[in-house]
Every structure is written in structure tokens, then in C-alpha cells.
């Protein structure tokens, strides 16, 4: 008699990396999930646009909810809540789940089964931390399959509650933007760090 773990491919998925999905209003989804709920802000990604040249910038933060698992939003900046943005799949591609594999040469070989069938990888991406490869299924629902570039860090966990803080702040203020978002996190960054020791440089 065959065992699961005996027949398991060489190459196999390790299970739900994140689910993600749009906020229109970042200030109350951070005080649900993270004030509320108690899941810890994990990591935030935060970009000057992506993909196509009229992408909005927006935050991607992410939340731990165990296991390894998470539960991740998007927001852009200046989109307002289901109005037409110019950009049709916008909400679409904010929308899909990511499935976790260990390695290169796992992310490669679906690569590979993806391209050689009736639904070719549509993008391959280094993020800040992870590599992904996305596909639209035959359904129309976006998926990501990624893998680790490093391990995340406590500094990592530090820079995404910095992120989410100012835009906490930000999002409340009239047309928030990328740009104010920089300016109230290095401001934060300062008063966190106001009258720490200056790091010790080697020459």
C-alpha cells in the first residue's frame, strides 16, 4: 500500500501563502484585523505603481492569521471605491491567492506546466522578499504561485507596523498619496528613534 508522503511529487505546493484583496478604507480594515482581531501586521510592500504605466501606487500589507498563513490588502491611492478607475482588471488582480512553494526549482517547474498548456504564466516578479509567477485560471480568478527570496526578519516586522501606522495617518487626510505616506513614515521613524545611540561604523 502507497503512502501520501511516498507518492508526493517532486515538485508540490506547501499550501496557502496569502489570500489578498482590495480596502477602500485602510484605517478601519488595520483597526479590524490587526487592533480588534489581534493579527500582527507582518509585512508591507510599498510601490510606486506596478505593471502597467497607469497603475496607481498603492500599500500592500499583510496580517498573520497562523500557520504560516496570511491575509493580505491592497491599497491604491486616489482609486475611489468601485468607481470606473481606467484600469478594468485593477480589483480583479487585487483579488487572488497566493500558493506557497519552497525554492527556485520548484517555482521554475510551474512555470514550465503553466507555459507548455492553455494558460501560459502571465507574470514573473521579484518582490521585496518573495519571487512569484501568476496565472489567470479558467475560471478568471488570478493566481500566484511564489516562493522565499530570504527569510523574513524582526526588522521586516518592524518596518510593516512603521507602514501601517502612516497610513493610518494618511489615509484620513484629504487625496492621500504615496508621497505623503513616505513623509509621515520618515517622521515616525524619527520620533521612534529620537535620541537612540548613533550605530557604530567601522572603518
Known amino acids: 500500500m502507497s503512502s501520501p508522503e511516498r507518492d508526493r511529487p517532486a515538485h508540490t505546493v506547501r499550501g496557502v501563502d496569502h489570500a489578498a484583496f482590495p480596502t477602500f478604507d485602510p484605517r478601519a480594515t488595520i483597526t479590524f484585523y490587526r487592533d480588534v482581531l ?4 507582518v509585512h508591507a510592500t510599498c510601490a510606486l505603481g506596478w505593471g502597467p504605466g497607469d497603475h496607481p501606487d498603492f500599500i500592500h500589507f499583510f496580517f498573520d492569521i497562523g500557520n504560516g498563513d496570511r491575509l493580505a490588502f491592497f491599497y491604491y491611492f486616489g482609486v475611489e471605491p468601485y468607481r470606473d478607475t481606467g484600469i478594468p482588471d485593477l480589483l480583479h488582480r487585487a483579488r487572488h491567492l497566493a500558493i506557497h512553494v519552497d525554492s527556485e526549482e520548484d517555482l521554475l517547474e510551474y512555470r514550465r506546466r503553466l507555459d507548455v498548456s492553455d494558460w501560459p504564466c502571465e507574470l514573473q516578479v521579484r518582490h521585496e ?7 489567470t ?9 511564489t516562493r522565499p527570496l530570504r527569510a523574513i526578519t524582526t526588522e521586516d516586522d ?17 487625496e492621500p498619496s504615496l508621497e505623503k505616506f513616505y513623509a509621515r513614515k520618515a517622521e515616525l521613524i524619527a520620533e521612534r528613534y529620537e535620541g537612540e545611540p548613533e550605530p557604530v561604523t567601522f572603518a
Open 129 to 135: 522578499t518573495v519571487e512569484s509567477i501568476y496565472v
Open 158 to 174: 518592524l518596518d510593516a507596523n512603521l507602514s501601517v501606522d502612516a497610513l493610518m495617518d494618511v489615509a484620513g487626510e484629504p
Open 38 to 41: 489581534g493579527f500582527p501586521v
Open 137 to 145: 485560471d479558467p475560471n478568471g480568478y488570478l493566481m500566484e504561485i
